[in-house]
C-alpha cells in the first residue's frame, strides 16, 4: 500500500545532482558469528531495520522510519557518525548471527525491504564526490558485513516477480480519484490508466534505458518512469512531444507523473526490476506563463506525492 502525502507547491525542484554508480560485487560471505545486538529482547531484524532508518533532529526527537529509504544524502555522516555506527555494527553483526533458515523466516516483502536499505548503507561507503566523506575506515570496514547481508537476504528471481505490486494494491483500494480535477486543484488523484496499451499517459525517454537524472542520482538502484499527459489526451500529447525541440510552451491542464520503481538483487547476484513502486509523484500545472516568483502568491502546480508505507 501507498500512503500519501500531499505537497502544495508554487514552484517547481529544478536542482539536480549527478553521481557514479556503483557496481556491487557480492563474492564475499562473511562467517555467522555469536554475536548478538544490545538488547536481547529486540528482533534482530527490527534492530537493524531501525538503526538504518531512524534519524534524530537537533533535539533527539526521532523521524523518518517510515521514509522508502535510509536518508543518507551526498557526505552525510550518517549512519557511519560516532552515535550510529557502534550501533549499526552491533546490528549487521546480530543479524548475521541469525542462521538462514531464520533469516529466510522473515518472507519476501521484508526480506526485500531490508536488502533495499542494506544496498543504500553500501553504496554510502564508497565516495562519489569530488570531496571525500568523513569516516572512510568506517565506511570501508563495514563493506564486506553488509554485501554479505545483501546476499543473505535476497530472493530468487522468481520470487521477486510475485512481490505485491504496490500501485495496483493502493488502485484497488479505491481511495483517490483516477482524474485531476480542476474544479478541486489541490485534490489527490491517481491515475489508473499509466500503463495502458493507448493511454493519454505517454512514457518520455527510451524503452528499457534506466540512465536518467533521477537514476543516476539514486545510483541506479530504481528505474524512473516519466510520463506526460496534456489535456487533449493521447494524440494530443504525442504531438507536444514531437515538437519538443520547438521549445513550445505545454498549455494549463498539462500534468506530470514521476514513478520510482525499485530494482532488487537475487540470490544469482543477478539485478531484477521488481514490481515494488517506491513513489509515484504527480503534478498538475496551473499556470506556465508566469515564474513562481510573478505568481506568488498563487500557486502555479500542484503536487501529489504517494510513498510507500511499510507494513
Known amino acids: 500500500m501507498l500512503r500519501m502525502t500531499e ?40 534492530a537493524l531495520y531501525d538503526v538504518m532508518m531512524v534519524r534524530k533532529d537537533s533535539e533527539g526527537n526521532a523521524y523518518s522510519k ?87 537476504v535476497a530472493l530468487a528471481k522468481a520470487e521477486i516477480l510475485t512481490l505485491p505490486d504496490t500501485r495496483a494494491a493502493t488502485m484497488k483500494n479505491g481511495s483517490f480519484p483516477q482524474e485531476h480535477d480542476p474544479t478541486d486543484s489541490f485534490k489527490p488523484f491517481l491515475p489508473a490508466d499509466l500503463y495502458a496499451k493507448e493511454s493519454s499517459w505517454v512514457c518520455l525517454g527510451k524503452v528499457g534505458n ?21 489535456p487533449g489526451g493521447r494524440k494530443a500529447t504525442l504531438e507536444y512531444i514531437e515538437k519538443l525541440n520547438d521549445r513550445e510552451a505545454f498549455p494549463v491542464g498539462t500534468q506530470f507523473a514521476l514513478i520510482d520503481q525499485a ?26 506563463m508566469m515564474t513562481a516568483l510573478e505568481a506568488r502568491p498563487t500557486p502555479t502546480v500542484c503536487v501529489a506525492e504517494f510513498v510507500m508505507q511499510p507494513g
Request: overall charge positive; aromatic content about 10%.
Open 210 to 230: 534506466p540512465d536518467t537524472d533521477h537514476a543516476r542520482m539514486d545510483r541506479w538502484r530504481s528505474m524512473f518512469l516519466q510520463f506526460v499527459r496534456l
Open 66 to 152: 517510515n521514509e522508502v529509504g535510509p536518508l543518507i544524502y551526498g557526505r552525510s555522516k550518517f549512519p557511519f557518525d560516532d552515535e550510529t555506527f557502534p550501533k549499526l555494527t552491533a546490528a549487521l553483526k546480530g543479524f548475521n548471527a541469525l542462521s538462514q533458515e531464520k533469516v529466510e523466516s522473515y518472507g519476501p516483502v521484508k526480506r526485500a525491504l531490508l536488502q533495499r536499505h542494506l544496498w543504500v548503507v553500501f553504496d554510502a561507503t564508497i565516495p562519489n564526490d569530488y570531496k571525500p566523506p568523513t569516516h572512510l575506515e568506517r565506511r570501508r570496514a563495514s563493506q564486506r558485513l553488509l554485501a554479505t547481508l545483501i546476499r543473505r
Open 263 to 288: 530494482f532488487l538483487i537475487s540470490d544469482q547476484g543477478e539485478i531484477v526490476l521488481s514490481p515494488v513502486i517506491n513513489s509515484i509523484e504527480l503534478r498538475a500545472y496551473l499556470n506556465v
Open 7 to 46: 505537497r502544495f507547491t508554487i514552484r517547481c525542484r529544478n536542482a539536480q545532482r549527478f553521481v557514479w554508480s556503483t557496481l556491487l560485487l557480492l563474492c564475499c560471505q562473511l562467517p555467522m558469528g555469536e554475536v548478538s545486538v544490545a538488547d536481547d529482547t529486540v528482533d534482530p531484524y527490527d
